[in-house]
Every structure is written in C-alpha cells, then in structure tokens.
C-alpha cells in the first residue's frame, strides 16, 4: 500500500525555493568557481607529453566529469521549473544563463578532445590504465573516436558557443510559443496538453471536434513554426557540411551508438510484418462504425470501456503490476510516488508532453506529464516510471558511463509500459473489457510501428530537400501527410498535416531524429520482456545488469553480451514484434463476437 500519492511534484529536496531557490544560486556560482579553476588546470598542464604526465590530465577528466554532472542537475531543475509552469520569468532567466555554463563546459571538453587526439599511444594507454579511470574506458575512447570526426577545437568551441543563442534558442522559442497557445473548445480556450487529452475520448464527436480544432490552431501558426524549424535544421546541416557529414543519419546513429545496418534491418522488418496490423485497423473501423480509421480514430479506446483512472489507484495498480516481474522496479515505483516525484495536475501554464529527468548529484528523478485519468495516461505514467528505473539502476556508475542514448533508454520505459498494458488485458473482468485493453496496447504497436516511421520518413526527407533551401508551411504539411500515407500503407480516412509543427520532438536539439530510436526501444524491450518471462525472478538482475550496460557499449554489443542476439538482421526484429501480432490474433478473435 503506497501511504500518500500527490499530483504535484516535490523539487524542494534538490534546491529549496523554485526558480529563486538561494541553494541554486549558491550551487552553480561553486560550480562556475570550479569551472575557472578547471581551465587554468587545463591550459597549465596541457596535453601530457609521456605516460608519467597522464595523471594530471586525468584528474582534469575528472573534474570535469564532476562539473558536467553538476550542470545537469541544475539545468535539470531549471528544466522542471519551467515545464510546470511556461510563464516563470525567473526560470527562463536561469535558462539563459546557465547556456553560459553550459557553454563553458563544451569547450573544456572540446579542448581535452583535442588533446586526446594529440597524445601518443603510450600516454593514451596510460591514460585508460590509469586507477582512477576504471569504469570509463569506453567514453574515453567514444571520444577520442568522435574527436576525429569533428572540426579543429578551435572551430568546434565556436559552434558550440554559438549554438547557445541561435541553434538551442530557436528550441526554447518553440517552447515558449507552445506554451501561451490556446486552442479554443466549447467557450474556452484550453492548453495544448489538455486539449491533446481530448482526443482521446470515446466520443468520436469529441474526437473529430477537438481534431478539427487543433489542425486549425496549429495550421494558425505554422509560418511561425516553419520559421523554427528551418533554422533548426539550417544550423544542423551547416555543422554538418563544415565536418564533412554528407549523410544526414550520421549524427542520430552516432549519438545512438548504433550502425546504420541495424536501422535498416529494423524498418525491413517493419515493412514486411506491417500488411499483418491492418486486419486490426480494419476492424477497429467496423467496431466504431466508420469505413477506415481516421487520424483521430487510431488511437482511441473502444465503445463505453474507457475508465477514468484516479491518480491514486494508477499508482497502486502500476506497483502491483510491477511486482509480478521485478520487485525491485515495483519497489523503486513505491518510494516515487511516496516522495512525491510526480508532477501530474491537469492545468493550464504547464508545457506539453510528459519526459522524466535525472538529477545525477542528488541521485533522484522525476517525472513530467499532464495525468487526465485516461488508459493512455496510465501507460504514459508506467512509460516514464520505466525511465526513472533505469535511472536508479545506474546508480554507482560513473558519470560519462551513465549517459546512455535514446534506443536504450526507451528500451526500459516500454519494458515497464508492456508489464502494465498486459497484466491489464489479463486481468480483464469480460471480454468487452479485455478487448477494449487489447485496443490499447495494440495501438501502441501501432504507433511504433507506423507514427514513428512516418516521423522518420519525414524527417530524413526534410533534412534532404533543406539542403537545398527553405520549406514553407505547406510544403511541411504535404511532406507530412505523404510520409503518414506511405507510413500508414494508405489505410487511414484522414491525416495531420501539421504533425510536424505539434510534435515537440521535430523541434528537439538534443538529438536529431528522435524518433527511430522509440521503435527500436519498444521492439528491444518486447523481446526482453520475452526472456523476462521464459526466465522468471532469476532474470531480474540480469536485466539490471543490462541496464547498467546502456551506456558503456554499441547497442550491437549490448545485445550480443546480454541476449546473445544479432540485431543487424531483420529476423531478431521480426521475433521481437511476436506478442505485439499474438495480441492482434486475440482482438480479431475477440471482436467477431461483439
């Protein structure tokens, strides 16, 4: 029994006082001291010359190790503020200033980038034996390997501080401008991420209504939208051609510890196991009432099933839930809702979206979302929960070995959505129930299957014709539509031409393309969760161990070490996707006798 649950999250335990928190300004003042002393540190040993002088480099290393981990738990903080609440001044004040940090760290590292390329290969061994370097062998040579595909240190420092303003300020622009939109709906004028919990009613009035209204809202602003998107992608490009990237998945693979091959398997398998879902469109249209689904209609729930979930009893059941596979994840969820590391409060002034986000110093997380009491609340909540997890696995692990990407990191989160999507469909009470359950979670596969790679089509194809210039709204609408058409194998009534400009990932710096990385994730956990249930408790620490691994190997290594699986070939992905088409068999089966 969890002992007390909250809609709103408690930051005070990382610095007290929100956006004008004295503890912060403390904090990243000691860090900014830290950071001047570090680069005379930096410039006076220079690059060690022999094995004997790695030892001062290496206390560098780590110090910067330190100061990075630092900024994030500030930038982390900064983050939450603003999120719960778009109009905090004293909040985008910090935001801006912390760039300037931000801005400093990059070019330490840059600058011991360079001297990583500089060193021989006598002192970089040294380097790598040395004691206090155990544990980060693999980001240090990570480094060294992306060192030699970037500009001189010198051009990269200027990027980087550049990007600080131009590059990252066209995303806080973008957020901002979501932030204050109001999409108008029966006399009021709601927020974007109350809005978007509209259509997910059963009412297909309300659905079509709310869908309506929100393409004209975005449609309102898509020049203004178009105008940051471009220059997101502008900057890109630019950086790329400058570093002689000519193929625009270099990047995003890179960032993902992944090779292009093991992409292509994946969407090959994808394409030949799609022609199997459409039966479940089909007859989803049939059970609403439509002759194809319309955009609105993909993900909706079924009938008069749809629950209105409490708060409080989502946690109980997402920690009863968990408990059945892993004690040691139900556990963690228990002490996250106890300690209030939530922010759930369906109102006005919050950013859209939900996300989870670390604080490496305090060694917490929490977790961002707008709960409605949906079924899709309930998997989104289970989602970031499984985010959070793989946050606490990593502790002890040194900093620059916990910095997994995307793929990996969306492997827990589904892991811990796919415990929750079936321990619901098994517990079904009746057929209706079990059926309008099995909706749900298959149009999650859906969405992994088809929503992303509409994303991914879309983008890799706006980054091509960026190359040769502006897009305008309309272009982006038709290059969006055409991608959710082929993504879609044709099959829906209607689409979203201005997905482009209401998804926040489009607008994203951190990682280009941040959508395959979401299939790869969702696929890789089903065939975890496979192992998980074939092995029983006895997997539970191997699954740990595969999560503290995140981070210290290609994701082709990773499967291998941990699965014995080569996921360059499609036939691991097609394996994979098996429960996702078990769980269609059953609907079909189930539906003809509604």
Known sequence: MIKSTSLTWDLEPIFSGGSTSAELQTFVEQLRTELNQLETDIQTHGTPASPEEAGDWTASYLKLQRAASKLEEARSFVNAVISADVNDEYAKQWQASLKQTSTKISALITTMEAQILQMDDRTWQAVLEHPDTAGLTFPLEEQRTKAKEKMDAEAEQLASSLAQDGYAGWSEMYNTLVGRMKIPWNGENLSVGQAQNQMETSDRTVRENMHKAWEEAWDEQGSVFAETLNHLAGFRLNLYEKRGWTNVLKEPLMINRMEEKTLDAMWEAIEELKPKLLPFMDEKARLIGVDALAWHDVHAPLGEIEQIVPFDEAAEAITAQFREVSPKLADFTKHAFENHWIEAEDRPGKRPGGFCTRFPETGETRIFMTYGGTPSNVQTLAHELGHAYHQ????????????????????????????????????????????????????????????????????????????????????????????????????????????????????????????????????????IYQRAKEEGPAFEDQYIALLRDTASMPVEELAWKHLHADITKKEFWKEAAAPLLEDVEQFLQLSQKQ
Not at 466 to 477: E, H
Request: with cysteine.
């Open 392 to 527: 606490e696995a990593m502790q002890g692990v040194s900093y620059f070995s916990t910095r997994y990407a995307m793929n990996v990191a969306e492997t827990a989160s589904t892991f811990a959505e796919q415990i929750v999507a079936e321990s619901a469909v098994n517990e079904a009470e009746n057929e209706a129930e079990k059926l309008a359950l099995l909706n749900t979670k298959i149009s999650r596969g859906l969405a992994f299957f088809m929503n992303l790679h509409a994303r991914f089509l879309f983008e890799k194809r706006f980054y091509e014709q960026r190359k040769n210039g502006w897009l305008t709204a309309d272009q982006l609408n038709h290059l969006m539509q055409e991608a959710q058409e082929e993504a879609y194998c044709g099959q829906l009534a209607s689409y979203s031409p201005t997905f482009w400009s209401s998804k926040l990932h489009f607008h994203m710096t951190g990682v280009p393309f941040y959508n395959f990385p979401y299939t790869f994730g969702y696929l890789f956990s089903l065939g």
